[in-house]
């Protein structure tokens, strides 16, 4: 059990791009009395995202604010609100799991929360874990502690680096999408290179928060040189996308690159985004639900949905078709680079990934697509099975890549009607497109990369490198590729979710990656803390970590000057076979397996790939 002391206090000095004095708290262990970490929560990194702001790019806090004075500090020791949001349900017509207590929701919601490993940092700074909740994109939050409180996990463990959670809008707020959006932003264009948005608001205000995080995490006892971005689920999607938004950028001195190494944690790209014209129907959709004329000019529309308050938006999606209630990325040319899976392909993307010394830690659980296969409505034959999936994902990558599921041979099952081959089809399709397909992919354009290279890449290396002459010298001079899989189930999993499931979707997040160590038995503790420290201290704090090494923690010395010293000196010992995965296996022991469905996943990459280009194309 933890007490807290007076309060853990933060001058920003005049270097500062902001200023003031923060106040959070330091966590005391009762047994032994000593810090166990430091905290501060709900701290503003954007203006309020409402009124005209509403469904508009993320605007910075101005130079002249203010988070307290030394006599006054500001108060960061309460989490601040979350996005609006429905209640969570796998099923969109039925009953919702309940609210957690005490909650306040509120699209005046852009803050981070930080977290500080007790005692002096080392010289350069604790590394930076910047941590993307999950949610599809429609739900979370960086408050639910439980979920996401690393206080255990930098103070039980060697893994000492600096937590930023950032708060997002999700959901309607956050992913609406329309060329109405696009005209509406032209006005607010500050250069000929500034895109008008007409979607993916959560993303920017991500990359607003990261941008925060850079400018102001060395004065929290930061390396703002080390940072890695990261996410569970909808989060690791948006850290995959955060990368892609970030490695399209031009590097200039007032714009340096701020990624270090990326962490994908059950999610990825997934099959491109829909276009804008996809999602056309989504947003006359709603107008209609709220009654507003699809006639009007397009400012207007926007203006009578900026009037309304969020719970009558929220109110309005349950009126929606099913398959509408859902917002996602969308390809806007914007935040997403107009050609990015047409780079995936040809290895451009990971060519410059690569150029820019990024590291990739990316796996998944054994048995994910067992949650997947409860969200409803489940589909009962193939016309349904289309129909639901092509409300997450584009239509077009969905009707090319179930003939994959269903052969020539097997094509009568088209017509069958046993309802579980249908449940069972659904899940699985459905993780792989999510998860399963856009990882592999990924996993082989970097490998490729990252092996010695051919004359071909080191042309686009050097085509790559125009971009990037400003860069620092990197931390890790060897970047590495690591994969894991979890097959390990906790009691305390039994919490969130049915045993039956098995390790599936969401098993791992809090009851292993954050360590939560007063819901560990004795024996977990141990299995849970050997896994996190090896895995996740590891790359952290040099890019490596235990791989391909079996149990031996080749990260040991995370946030030390023995860390500092391996990202010097330390070769990778990662296995050079893309197809082996580091595994948490079912009795706690961690091995090395062979990806059994390596081939049959990249086979249908390779369709989305061919989808998507045609798509791009027709946009070029």
């Known amino acids: ?15 500062s791009p902001h200023s003031g004095t923060l106040k959070g708290l330091t966590f005391i262990d009762h047994l032994t009395n000593t810090p166990r970490c430091h905290r501060l ?11 005209a702001r509403r469904w508009k790019k993320p605007e910075p806090l101005p130079a002249g604010y203010s988070y307290g004075t030394e006599e006054q500090p500001g108060d960061f020791t309460k989490m601040g609100p979350i996005c609006p949001q429905p209640p969570f349900s796998l099923d969109p017509d039925g009953p919702a799991m309940p609210q957690p207590a005490g909650v306040e929701y509120d699209e005046d919601c852009l803050r981070v929360n930080v977290w500080i490993p007790a005692g002096e940092p080392p010289v350069d700074g604790w590394p930076v874990y910047f941590y993307i909740h999950g949610g599809f994109l429609q739900y979370g939050s960086p ?8 206080a255990d996990l930098i103070s039980s463990t060697s893994v000492k680096a600096i937590f930023v959670l950032p708060a997002y809008r999700l959901n309607i707020f956050g992913f609406l999408a329309s060329e109405e959006l696009r005209l509406d932003a032209s006005g607010d264009q500050v250069s000929p290179s500034d895109v008008p948005a007409a979607g993916n608001f959560g993303f920017y205000d991500q990359r607003l928060a990261l941008e925060w995080t850079h400018s102001h995490i060395s004065h929290f006892g930061g390396n703002a040189a080390d940072i890695t971005v990261g996410g569970y689920s909808a989060g690791a999607h948006s850290a995959f996308y955060q990368l892609a938004h970030e490695l399209a950028l031009p590097v200039t001195v007032s714009q340096p690159p ?3 190494r990326v962490i994908l944690l059950s999610n990825s790209s997934g099959p491109r985004p829909k276009s804008l014209s996809e999602t056309r129907p989504q947003f006359s959709s709603l107008l209609a639900a709220l009654s507003i004329p699809a006639s009007l000019p397009p400012r207007e529309k926007l203006s009578r949905l900026r009037a309304l308050p969020s719970a009558t938006l929220l109110a309005a999606l349950k009126s929606l078709p099913a398959r509408y209630r859902s917002f996602r990325s969308v390809s806007d040319d914007a935040f997403i680079p107009p050609r990015l899976f047409s780079s995936l392909s040809t290895g451009a993307f990971a060519a410059l990934a690569r150029q820019r010394r990024i590291g990739f830690l990316i796996g ?7 949650f997947y296969g409860l969200m409803a409505p489940v589909p009962s034959s193939y016309v349904s099975l289309v129909e639901r999936l092509s409300a ?5 990558a969905v009707e090319a890549v179930l003939p994959l599921y269903l052969p020539a041979s097997a094509s009568q099952r088209r017509l069958s009607s046993d309802l579980q081959f249908w449940a069972d089809l659904y899940g699985r399709v459905y993780s792989d497109l999510q998860i399963h397909i856009p990882q592999r992919g990924l996993l082989a354009a970097l490998s490729s990369a990252y092996a010695s290279p051919s004359p071909a890449r080191e042309e686009a290396e050097k085509q790559a490198d125009t971009k990037t002459k400003t ?14 899989t979890i097959a390990y189930r906790t009691l305390s999993a039994d919490l969130s979710m049915p045993r039956e499931l098995g390790v599936t979707h969401g098993t791992d997040t809090t009851n292993i990656w954050f360590y939560p160590r007063s819901e560990l038995s004795a024996s977990e503790q141990a299995i849970v803390k050997t896994w996190v420290e090896s895995t996740l201290g590891g790359f952290l704090a040099t890019g490596t970590g235990g791989f391909g090494s079996g149990d031996v923690n080749v990260g040991g010395g995370v946030g030390t000057e023995d860390a500092k010293e ?5 070769t990778p010992t990662q296995n050079t076979d893309i197809k082996h995965v580091r595994t948490l296996m079912p009795d706690g022991t961690i091995r090395d397996q062979t990806d059994e469905r390596w081939g049959f996943l990249l086979a249908a990459w390779r369709v989305l790939l061919d989808v998507a280009a045609a798509q791009e194309k027709g946009r070029s």
């Open 392 to 396: 997450e994902f584009a239509r077009p």
């Open 364 to 370: 998944h659980v054994a048995h994910e697509e067992n």
């Open 41 to 51: 929560t709900g701290i503003p990194y954007a203006l309020p995202p409402t009124g």
């Open 143 to 150: 408050n639910l502690t439980r979920q996401q409180d690393p």
């Open 258 to 260: 701020i990624i270090r």
């Open 471 to 484: 860069e620092p010298e990197p931390l890790d001079p060897q970047p590495s590729i690591h994969r894991y």
């Open 566 to 570: 391996q990202r010097q000196s330390q």
């Open 1 to 15: 059990m933890d007490t807290t002391t007076p309060p853990f206090i933060i001058t920003l000095p005049p270097t």
